[in-house]
């Protein structure tokens, strides 16, 4: 009896012992490892074998290896907020007044993005022309070109003439959106961005003082540029602006489809202690843009700081009202019938060639952009975020201004 109890206890423990191996193998990769992400590559290939070795801007290891940077995550733009993508019902919810149709609903998938939590303001905007006048490199052609047209703000039966002269640089209006700024001049800033910030983050990155040497752009492997800073897609805007996330109740299920950025079917808040507020910058009805006297309910009469009222639920401001925003899309009413479901983007005349609108090609063309949100000067209809109009690319309103995003490069570990 004592040999097969002591047979029973060799045959238990050793069993033990191999369960508990393989279960320590299970977290690690064929390396003998931990599992590698791009985070923790670790020090040896799991192809190869061979040992990595990590760059640094005054070494060079190419020499002795495969070179593999350290890397800890993509990080969001200056004022930008992380969009986490998924699946969402896009389209109009709004009434559809004008008959118009073109933005039926529809399944689409939108990937992760990073976008700016408000437009972009005058400050930034003074900014940039300040680099351009300041350039050795940029002709005086070039800075004229990426003025805003201020005239914008001209009525033959109006008094706004303070606003032409004074909206843009005049300090009271530093946080304002830019405004009298085309599809074109929005994409020229965002060129520029791109290239100061990874500027400076290349700087950072060499740890030196001095500029780098001309033409020196730190390699991609390396992780320090981010991605081009440029206009959302229509369906990105479309998706942030609407902030579902805030719905979402159990697996996969949201409460409610929501109207405009903010839950209720009205323009009011329904929040205790701002009960019958608006929540937005827009015109109220004919001749009414800001309310009476004394309780000035939407804040502004023309446009308002680009903080005011509450962020949805992705952290965003004025994503309806205050201004529209421009989007990178060409505008075709059937859209929704033509892109993909994953990502979706007109940025050609695939499938609906601008020939097909002989009678209006002054209108609807290769040059026609997409602007969405409302603003100051619209009434509540055009809050909504499915809601959609177009303006040629070279064309500029008191009433349009933008925001930038970044894309997603990778898993968001």
């Known amino acids: 009896m004592n040999k097969l109890f002591t047979l029973k206890l060799f045959l238990f423990f050793g069993g033990l012992v191999l369960f508990l191996g393989s279960c320590s193998l299970l977290p690690f990769g064929n390396s003998g490892g931990p599992k590698r992400s791009a985070k923790n590559p670790g020090s040896l290939s799991t192809a190869t074998g061979r040992e990595y070795f990590s760059n640094y801007p005054d070494e060079d290891d190419e020499e002795n290896g495969f070179v593999v940077p350290d890397y800890s995550g993509q990080v969001p733009g200056p004022n930008q907020v992380l969009i986490e993508g998924g699946r969402a019902v896009l389209g109009t919810y709004e009434e559809d007044v004008f008959y118009s149709h073109d933005n039926i609903e529809r399944t689409v998938t939108v990937t992760s993005f990073f976008l700016d939590e408000t437009e972009i303001a005058n400050i930034h905007w003074l900014e940039y022309l300040n680099d351009l006048r300041r350039s050795d490199t940029v002709s005086e052609e070039v800075y004229n070109n990426a003025l805003p047209d ?183 009413p059937l859209t929704y019938t033509d892109v993909e479901d994953l990502n979706p983007l007109r940025q050609t005349e695939a499938l609906d060639p601008e020939g097909l609108y002989n009678q209006r090609q002054d209108l609807i063309n290769n040059t026609s952009r997409v602007y969405k949100g409302g603003s100051w000067a619209d009434q509540a209809r055009w809050l909504s975020p499915g809601m959609r109009r177009f303006m040629a690319q070279d064309s500029s309103s008191a009433t349009v201004g933008f925001r930038c995003a970044t894309h997603v490069l990778g898993p968001l570990e």
């Open 150 to 332: 201020t005239s914008v703000w001209f009525k033959e039966l109006a008094f706004n003439t303070p606003y032409v002269d004074n909206y843009l640089r005049y300090p009271g209006f530093r946080y304002y959106p830019v405004v009298g700024v085309s599809w074109e001049q929005a994409n020229d800033y965002c060129n520029w961005r791109t290239a100061v910030v990874n500027y400076d983050r290349t700087i950072s990155y060499l740890g030196k003082d001095e500029e780098p040497e001309e033409g020196y752009i730190p390699p991609i492997e390396s992780g320090v540029l981010l991605p081009s800073f440029r206009l959302p897609t229509e369906a990105e805007w479309e998706y942030a602006a609407y902030g579902q996330i805030g719905n979402q109740w159990l697996d996969e299920m949201q409460t409610h489809r929501r109207l405009y950025p903010w839950n209720g079917k009205t323009i009011r808040s329904s929040t205790r202690g701002s009960v019958g507020k608006f929540r937005a910058n827009f015109k109220r009805g004919r001749g009414d843009y800001a309310g009476i006297a004394g309780a000035l309910n939407d804040r502004g009469f023309i446009t308002v700081n680009v903080y005011e009222y509450e962020p949805n639920d992705f952290g965003l401001y004025n994503m309806s009202g205050n201004v529209n925003e421009w989007v990178y899309d060409i505008y075709r």
